[in-house]
């Protein structure tokens, strides 16, 4: 029980912080709890079995989406959970031939099949003669704010749970030499594309729940690869191994995001791209790495 | 004993004191400046617009702070802005208008530029309840939704300009038109309303195309539009389009004696850069200093030139100034309580450079919609008539 | 709206596909001798492409320097850059075990990072404002053909650049030793290729068709931070589809990527241009990761 302390107390802290009716810092954490929801998914099938996507707001983005075409048909209780189905169905549909491609070709593939997603919605929105949706009377911020802890605790306990099954064995196996993997008898097929099912499912209720933070969409801002950029660098910033490593990733960026995200947004970037080439270069399994590594060494 | 520490300490001491009386009765005379808050794209895709708007408010600010401040209520306080750079971005725009309340917490609030800015931001003045004048703006879909904290300033929303310009168009002989456009959102909006509003005037639509925002040439669409002839051509363009438009369609000689531009024709850079090529290129825009039924309008002129050493620009930073004025005015009559504020915009007729402005629900409903044309490289109002400065004329050769 | 007949015959449509195709080819080539010698799949070659442009737009601006020069000067500029990189960090990741075993993803990773900051960094110093200037406007018409005359500039000095290169890869020693470098690392180096110095000379050489490209680009096409990345991905629609490594595949697949961008659009509207492109890209991706002209397997 030891192990877990630290979560539960963060939890309770996060739980309870909407009680304080600081809007703002509300405003943060919210922002801090939608990156760990995912990154958190994003560890499923990149993470774990070593498919790195550069796609990941593929997901975030459809969600949105559906979450903006109900607005007013659906209330957002239903349409969320929705958003999760559909995301999750797309995410199967394309799975056949997305990941018959491996290694950097699937990262790039991932980052080409979000852009073209993007460019899309986007003459379709044009087509319809919309160009941005404004969304009145959303939710209020602190439900607002619950929903997104509710799914990253959710999104936390999923990557522990799989890490400790045989999929997320399977998986990691596929990552360390996918015909070896196979040849002793992974059903590799099925625990990737299960993985990558299960990743796209959260972030569709997460780009609902921006949209409605928002109160404005627009397929640029919810198809933005940066989006996407940030969850990688925040997965590899963090260690992606371990349920904790998307949270410290998470939190770290979102510290810098807050310093400089009003007054100097490109000098945020310029710091992630570095830290990104640092991490991959010098630290490849992140702050988490290091912390475990310490703690061999202890 | 009277050794050098102790009269180094009593001189301090001595400082210190006299130091914070007087800053004490400085502070106290002096009312605490009021924060005026607002976003504006100083970078990216619209940067090269902004300029006309950011001109505008700065020139307000310090306008009014050289006679003391802003009146509120009766108290004068100095003006100090709260800007950010939205980076052409709506989405950036929110999030900086929701820091500038819930962060900076800002007593007032100026408008973003343009129609997307302004539409994206609504969502979170209704949520806190906080009333802004916009400006560099117009839509129908606000006027649908019933939103109680935005006003248009601009008399411009699409169905009555795509009237009012088809109505001049057919007072011109135009019979053939080619109408193109970008796809971002004001484009759009004009030519779901225009097509249909030349059409009911008797006027044929020869070419009706789009281009995506970013465009870098438009020779293969504009070489269609020659040769599909036209006698009037409506280009439904921001500012980086109606340059480029320009100097393709000289190259490529289109030399139709009706040509229309949305956004661009106004900003000084336009006629600084094409000269004498470009009169009689139309665009839209309701104000000239030399009308002289507003007696505000060439004082401004005056001061603004006087400062910037160039002409302002007659849309945006028209719209901007205006924008600020009556927010002036309604600051003085109800101070900054939000409830008031709403209140007495929602009622009074403001005096503005560009003459009265009374607001009917969120639309200006006294000042026209109108069309300026570059005369002799000067604009003139030409349209309507009540308030023209010169008729309008044939676009010659380039 | 033109008819479809008149949009197959126009040659003012084949004239723009031409045009677009070879510049594709151009920044393919560029990608292709850096990955083929070198693995290193540089996501960051159209940021590259973008500095290349900034020379040539402040060159015009400040100095008043013609573009084509400025071509030149963009292409040490973005050597020297490459060869920073090189040594700063590349060299030692090559030489890296754990980083040599993974040097694909690794170097994607790293050059996305790359790219980003390279996008920002220009953000930061120029602005995102789009930056344009007129050289060489002058419309030149042939028939019922107009083109101006920097376009025309361009395309003449691509493809120099795409001939020159395959025949100093036929010909030269040094080129004929790339080609060996290309086909079969560990084969060339017994032969007596001198493969670290090939190595290099092949990445700054790729890097710098990327800046001459921008430079060409700048005069017709509007010069922001983040133009870069429509280039990257055609460049890797060009190497996949052509063959890793496969030069002259390469310059086939730019030019056929021009024509079906050119006339795709022509036949839907200028909005379409992103959703082909992209098109294009996933399913090359999905197809054929192999490539379609790659007739022997290049050996790694």
Redesign the interface.
């Known amino acids: 029980m030891t192990k877990a302390t630290p979560f539960l107390l963060g939890l309770l802290c996060f739980g309870l912080l909407p009680l304080t009716g600081q809007d703002y810092l509300i405003g943060v954490s919210f922002t801090l709890l939608t990156w760990i929801a995912l990154t958190q998914s994003w560890t499923l099938l990149s993470g774990f079995a070593g498919y790195i996507s550069l796609g990941h707001v593929v997901f975030f983005g459809l969600g949105g989406y559906f979450v903006v075409l109900t607005w007013g048909i659906l209330p957002y209780w239903i349409s969320l959970p929705l958003a999760c189905l559909v995301t999750f169905v797309f995410a199967i549909a394309i799975s056949i031939p997305v990941l018959r491609v491996s290694g950097p070709y699937f990262v790039i593939l991932t980052f080409g099949l979000a852009e073209f997603v993007k460019y899309v919605v986007m003459a379709v929105e044009s087509h319809l003669g919309q160009f941005g949706r404004l969304l009145l009377g959303v939710p209020s911020l602190a439900t607002l704010y619950w929903l997104a802890l509710f799914l990253a605790t959710l999104a936390t306990l999923i990557t522990f749970v799989i890490r400790r099954s045989r999929l997320g064995q399977g998986l990691i196996a596929i990552r360390e030499n996918e015909q070896a993997a196979e040849a002793i008898g992974v059903p590799v097929t099925r625990y990737k594309t299960i993985a990558y099912g299960l990743s796209a499912t959260i972030p569709g209720a997460i780009g609902g729940l921006i949209a409605l933070r928002t109160s404005y969409f627009e397929p640029q801002q919810i198809f933005d690869p940066v989006v996407s950029f940030t969850v990688l660098t925040s997965a590899i910033i963090g260690g992606s191994d371990d349920v904790r490593g998307p949270i410290l990733g998470a939190a770290f960026l979102t510290l810098l995001s807050e310093l400089l995200w009003a007054r100097a947004p490109q000098l945020y970037l310029i710091l992630l791209g570095i830290l990104l080439i640092v991490f991959v270069v010098i630290l490849p399994n992140g702050i988490c790495g290091l912390l475990r590594r310490r703690a061999a060494q202890a | 004993m009277l050794d050098r520490r102790s009269v180094v300490s009593a001189l301090f001491l001595g400082f210190a004191g006299i130091f914070s009386i007087l800053s004490g009765t400085v502070l106290a005379q002096e009312a605490p400046p009021i924060r005026i808050g607002f976003s504006i794209a100083k970078t990216g895709l619209f940067a090269s617009a902004t300029p006309a708007q950011l001109n505008a408010y700065h020139f307000w600010r310090d306008q009014v702070n050289e006679k003391g401040g802003l009146d509120i209520g009766g108290v004068k306080r100095k003006i100090e802005f709260v800007e950010y750079d939205d980076q052409s971005n709506a989405a950036s725009a929110v999030k900086i208008y929701e820091k500038l309340i819930t962060n900076d917490k800002v007593d007032l609030l100026l408008s973003p530029w343009g129609t997307v800015s302004h539409f994206a931001i609504v969502p979170v003045l209704e949520r806190f309840g906080f009333p802004v004048i916009g400006s560099t703006a117009s839509s129908v879909h606000v006027r649908e939704l019933n939103v109680k904290n935005m006003w248009f300033v601009s008399p411009s929303t699409h169905d009555k300009l795509s009237i009012q310009l088809a109505q001049m168009a057919k007072e011109q002989k135009v019979s053939r038109a080619a109408v193109i456009g970008s796809v971002l959102p004001q484009s759009k909006e004009i030519r779901n309303f225009l097509v249909p509003a030349l059409e009911a005037a008797g006027i044929k639509i020869a070419v009706n195309e789009e281009y995506p925002p970013d465009i870098k040439d438009m020779t293969a669409l504009l070489s269609r539009i020659k040769a599909a002839n036209p006698d009037g051509i409506f280009v439904l363009s921001y500012p980086a389009d109606s340059f480029l438009y320009t100097r393709q369609a000289k190259e490529i000689g289109i030399n139709t004696p009706f040509q229309w531009l949305a956004i661009g024709p106004t900003i000084p850079a336009y006629r600084k850069m094409f000269g004498s090529s470009v009169n009689g290129i139309i665009s839209m825009g309701h104000w000239s200093p030399a009308q002289s039924h507003w007696p505000r309008a060439k004082p401004f002129y005056d001061a603004y030139v006087a400062r910037f050493k160039e002409e302002p620009d007659y849309l945006d930073t028209v719209l901007a100034y205006m924008s600020c004025e009556i927010l002036e005015e309604a600051v003085a009559e109800a101070g900054l309580d939000k409830a008031k504020l709403r209140e007495v915009i929602n009622n009074k007729t403001f005096d503005t450079i560009n003459g009265p402005v009374k607001f009917k629900g969120v639309e200006n409903m006294t000042t026209p919609v109108g069309f300026l044309q570059i005369q002799n490289e000067q604009f003139h109002i030409v349209w309507p008539a009540e308030i023209s400065t010169a008729p309008i004329q044939p676009k010659l050769n380039w | ?2 008819s479809f007949f008149e949009i197959l015959t126009s040659g ?2 084949l004239l ?1 596909a031409l045009i677009t195709g070879t510049i594709y080819a151009t920044v393919g080539l560029g990608l292709n001798l850096v990955y083929g010698t070198m693995r290193l ?1 540089n ?1 960051a070659h159209g940021e590259f492409l973008m500095l290349g442009a900034y020379v040539a737009f402040w060159g015009f601006s400040l100095f008043n320097v013609s573009p084509f020069l400025s071509a030149v000067v963009a292409g040490v500029l973005t050597a020297a850059l490459a060869a920073a990189l090189y040594f700063g ?1 590349l060299r ?2 090559l030489r890296n075990p754990r ?1 040599r075993k993974r040097i ?7 050059f ?6 390279l ?3 220009s ?2 110093s120029f ?4 930056r344009g200037y ?1 050289y060489l ?3 030149m018409t042939l028939g019922s053909i ?1 083109i ?1 005359a920097n376009r025309l500039g361009a395309f003449v000095f691509c493809i120099a650049i795409c001939i020159a290169t395959l025949i100093f890869l036929r010909r030269s020693a040094t080129g004929l030793a790339i080609k060996a470098l290309i086909q079969h690392k560990e084969a060339a180096e017994i032969v007596g290729v001198n493969v670290t110095r090939l190595e290099f000379f092949a990445l700054c050489a790729g890097f710098a068709t990327a800046g001459i490209v921008g430079a060409l680009v700048s005069m ?3 010069t922001t931070p983040f133009m870069g ?1 429509p280039f990257t ?1 055609a460049a ?1 629609i060009v190497i ?1 589809m052509g063959g890793l490594g496969n030069l002259a595949g390469g310059i086939v697949t730019g030019l056929l990527l021009g024509f079906i961008e050119t006339y795709g659009v ?1 036949f839907t ?7 082909l492109l ?2 294009v ?2 399913l090359a ?2 197809v054929r ?1 192999e490539g379609i002209f790659t007739v022997r397997q290049v050996v790694r």
């Not at chain 3, 602005?127 to 789009?130: A, D, L, N």
């Not at chain 3, 509207?269 to 959703?275: C, P, Q, V, Y």
């Open positions: 709206m033109t003012q449509l723009a799949l996501v960090m030692w990741c980083m694909e993803p690794n170097s994607l990773l790293i996305v990072g790359v790219s980003i900051i996008q920002n960094i953000a930061l602005t995102g404002t789009p007129q406007s002058g419309v107009s101006s017709t096409e509007q990345f991905i890797f996949i022509a509207s200028a909005a379409w241009s992103s959703i992209y098109g890209f996933v991706l999905i990761p």
